[in-house]
């Protein structure tokens, strides 16, 4: 008797999953080839994007190797790199352009150029955080000698809280602007932050602490 029950009972059970498969099987078919045909696409996607840093990686490596030895053309090359939208080579491109404008500046207007370079990397909120103050830190560090010690100090100010990265160059570019223009209060504390972090190189701790003698042998005569 109880086979007859469960032969019933999966005869009930198949007709009720024909009827299922009758009404929603399409739906499920559908589905299925969505699911397969998103898959095969962010492969397809993934792979393009692999190849596309890989271009992207071969061509910045040649016009690093152009830049190195100082070859015309890698200028251009790192120019076409630079308007990229996208991806990291563009602002690797970016700061190697503004590097060789800091590095070739031999007047005032020249030095305005490469620090409006970085400037624009600093404000560029596409790119990574730290990559954007190590580009406010170049900016301010470029300055240093010849800017107010106000516009020095917009750019760095923000670099020296407690475990900034660049904490340590920035109180260093402050310290020297802030003596330079007479502002021995600010030098003075931007040494002594210097002195007092423990995580401080040894060779700017020295530094700092020569210039804390300066300082306190009083301001430059001029």
């Not at 559908?30 to 393009?48: K, N, R, S």
């Not at 560029?124 to 010849?146: I, K, Q, Y």
Request: aromatic share 8%.
């Amino acid at each position: 008797m109880s086979d007859i029950f469960r032969e019933v009972d999966e005869e009930v059970r198949r007709d009720k999953a024909n009827e299922l498969w009758k009404k929603h099987g399409p739906k499920f078919i559908a589905a299925a080839v969505l699911f397969i045909a998103g898959v095969a696409g962010w492969q397809f996607w993934q792979a393009q994007q692999f190849k596309e840093r890989a271009t992207l990686g071969a061509a910045y490596e040649a016009a690093i190797a152009q830049a190195n030895g100082d070859k015309p053309e890698a200028q251009a090359a790192l120019t076409a790199l630079s308007q990229g939208k996208t991806g990291t080579y563009p602002v690797l491109a970016r700061f190697r352009l503004a590097s060789e404008l800091a590095a070739s500046a031999k007047d005032a207007p020249a030095l305005a150029n490469a620090v409006s370079a970085f400037d624009a990397l600093a404000n560029d909120t596409a790119s990574p955080a730290e990559w954007r103050d190590l580009a406010r830190l170049r900016a301010g560090l470029l300055l240093v000698d010849t800017a107010p010690f106000a516009e020095v100090e917009k750019r760095l100010s923000p670099l020296i809280s407690g475990t900034a990265t660049f904490r340590h160059s920035a109180r260093e570019g402050l310290a020297l602007s802030a003596w330079k223009h007479g502002e021995s209060a600010k030098a003075l504390d931007a040494v002594q932050a210097i002195i007092l972090d423990a995580d401080t190189p040894q060779g700017l701790r020295q530094r700092a602490e020569l210039l804390l003698a300066v300082i306190r042998s009083g301001p430059i005569k001029r």
